[in-house]
């Protein structure tokens, strides 16, 4: 797994895995208020999280990859080869 670098190459990665993330949430079922009060977080961080605005900790994507029942590599992948 390649850590992006600091810049662009970051935002495009942030966005990607936003995407990722937003994915996953509506593929099961849940909306961001559902996520955000699984998180203990608002839904406005969640919304942040999935248009890449803002990173989730790593706290946060150990439980969300627990929610979903997914290896935290699998989300990371995914965001890595997002439109491949």
Known sequence: ????TRGTEEKTFAERLGR???L???QNGYSQEDIAYHLGLTQTQISRFEMGR????LKHLV????????????IIDDAEHWGE
């Open 24 to 26: 996953r949430r509506v």
């Open 1 to 4: 797994m390649r850590v992006p």
């Open 20 to 22: 990722v993330l937003a």
């Open 54 to 57: 803002q990173w989730p900790g």
């Open 63 to 74: 439980a969300l990859a627990d929610f979903y029942s997914e290896p935290l590599a699998a």
